[in-house]
């Protein structure tokens, strides 16, 4: 039955997208950029993460209800040296305790969990994401690809 959906939704999703590259017209190209995140991953793209987790800690302060800030600055601090992983486990639980939709947050706290050698866990956020993601989406696709890996070097 979920296969059927998939089907009948992508259909609509085709033929909306052909009808707007037909001329169809968006009046905005998406939400406004926020510039917090938008530094934050200047510093992850540069593998800064210390200057990373920094912004991304201000920025939790100020908006403490910003499940995108707690999972930026978990993901920072989880991929700078030596990571605090009761902190990151900590800022990713309120990520999802925010927003429990938050697909980036599962993908990311699964990926903690199998840093950590905790695959149950991890198999936990993957199952979550498969209910979330529609279609296979990115972050499920990713996390998946991480248990295989982590499974398969640890047999």
Known sequence: MKTIVRCAVF??????TAAIGAGGDWSSSGPPADPVIERAQQAIAAKDWTRAAAIMREAVVRQPGNADYHNLYAYALRKGPNP??????????EALRIDPKHRNAHEYIGEAYLQVGDLAKAKEHLAALDKLCFFPCEQYSELKKAVQTYENSHN
């Open 11 to 16: 259909s609509l999703l085709w033929v909306s």
């Open 84 to 93: 605090d992983m009761k902190l990151v486990f900590s800022e990713y639980e």
